[in-house]
């Protein structure tokens, strides 16, 4: 197949640009999507290993170690100022002649600048310096990364298969532990801190589902709300420690009703100062019937993507019972994969569910299907630009007269 012209790429480099100066939904995404398409005309082979088997593991490395020494802490406090090479490893306490090649990889990765003998913290280090950023790179490189390093070998062992269970892929071969990955997490501390971590922070900057010009919460949950048929607007079902729901509501602040989390018990077990939240929390197994009857909506955002189809159609059958006919909604916030068009948040995160949940991604069929075999009915997809995932809208299917 022919080779996409670079001239072409930079016609629509030059499109895209103006669209980002006039702050067009999703312009900056697809800005970004052109660069790769851009570098993937250029680069040659010998580019290609250096670029993915060298500086790039080589900067998630020095992500890690930078998490060990508060190095991109250090570097945000000292501002504009910057620091010496000297000043950065008396703060950080790494060997001078070490960090010096270090610094240079992360400034030739453009994670940090150097002018006039000094390091300077850039705006993405500074967010990488924020804790739940920082949990995240503990996450990713301690537990996600040995995952994609053992592909390979788990494959070839495996006869080049799917995995079949949820306790048999290449997590498990990687940790060398038979549980399921979020048993092994709350087995496993701090990895569950860290997932919940990178949970809020790996979409965040990203329009959430209730925000404007995304879902139309104020058509679709708030109007028609009844609060005589329960006292309650919106339950997230596996909602971790409640990040969805804290931005829900300040997005919503004059919302009717009750909104409440449900996640497993230890999860909602660790949350802290619950009683200064504006929402409840309430332990729940979303593999037994769901305790709320008649609410508004149940949203699960990420929820079916952990598993495979059966147990998928388990959790919404679970969930089917406390559906109102005709007034609730069921929202299966998740990514949609696109055959033609698959984007790299969707296919890294179709990896991740590889990787530890040997599960897959799915796609506008697939999701129809799951959704009718569980007696419910697809009603609509909601999208936003440049935002992984969609909003799946179910209901109870109607049941049809004899
Ligand atoms: C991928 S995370 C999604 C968290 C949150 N909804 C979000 O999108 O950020 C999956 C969540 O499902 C929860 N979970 C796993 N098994 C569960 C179960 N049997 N019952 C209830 N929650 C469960 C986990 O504790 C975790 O918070």
């Given at each position: ?48 290993l ?78 990488l ?37 949820l ?48 879902y ?17 607007l ?14 829900f ?22 949350i ?12 729940h ?32 059958e ?77 209901e ?7």
């Amino acid at each position: 197949m022919a080779a996409t012209p670079v001239s072409s790429i930079l016609e629509r480099i030059a499109a895209a640009g103006k669209s980002y100066e006039g702050d067009e939904r999703g312009s900056r995404e697809t800005l970004i999507d052109l660069g790769r398409d851009l570098v993937a005309a250029l680069e040659i082979p010998s580019e290609f290993l250096q670029r993915s088997f060298w500086a790039e593991p080589a900067l998630s490395a020095h992500c890690k170690l930078a998490v060990n020494v508060k190095l991109f802490q250090h570097l945000r406090d000292a501002g504009d100022a910057g620091l010496s090479l000297s000043s950065v490893a008396d703060k950080t306490g790494v060997e001078t002649s070490l960090l010096q090649r270090i610094m240079h990889h992360l400034n030739a990765m453009k994670l940090v600048t150097f002018s006039n003998g000094n390091f300077y913290a850039t705006t993405l280090s500074n967010g990488l310096a924020e804790e739940r950023y920082q949990q995240s790179i503990d996450f990713c490189y301690d537990v996600a990364r040995p995952s994609f390093n053992g592909f390979p070998k788990f494959f070839k062992e495996n006869g080049y298969k799917t995995p079949a269970d949820l306790r048999t892929g290449p997590f498990q071969a990687a940790h060398k532990s038979d549980l399921a990955f979020f048993d092994w997490l709350v087995a496993t501390p701090p990895h569950l801190a860290e997932f919940d971590a990178f949970m809020s922070a790996y979409r965040a900057g990203k329009p959430n589902w209730y925000d404007p010009g995304f879902y139309p919460v104020t058509e679709r949950l708030v109007e028609g709300f009844e609060p005589n048929n329960n006292e309650v607007l919106l339950v997230d079902v596996g909602g971790g420690r409640g990040h969805d729901m804290s931005m829900f509501v300040a997005q919503h602040p004059q919302h009717p009703g009750k909104v409440v989390l449900q996640d497993r018990e230890p999860v909602v077990a660790s949350i802290a100062d619950k009683e200064r939240l504006p929402f409840e929390c309430q332990a729940h197994d979303f593999y037994t019937p769901e305790p709320i009857k008649g609410a508004r909506a149940y949203s699960l955002h990420s929820i079916l993507h952990d598993w495979d189809d059966e147990r998928g159609v388990k959790i919404l059958e679970n969930l089917k019972p406390a559906l109102t006919p005709g007034y609730s909604r069921v929202l299966l916030n998740e990514i949609v994969l696109s055959e033609e068009h698959p984007t790299i948040a969707a296919t890294s995160m179709d990896m991740m569910m590889l990787a530890h949940m040997s599960v897959r991604e799915r796609t506008e069929a697939d999701w129809k299907e799951i959704i009718e075999k569980a007696g419910l009915s697809f009603v609509k997809v909601y999208t936003y630009p440049g935002v992984a995932e969609s909003v799946i809208e179910a209901e109870l299917a109607e049941v049809s007269q004899p």
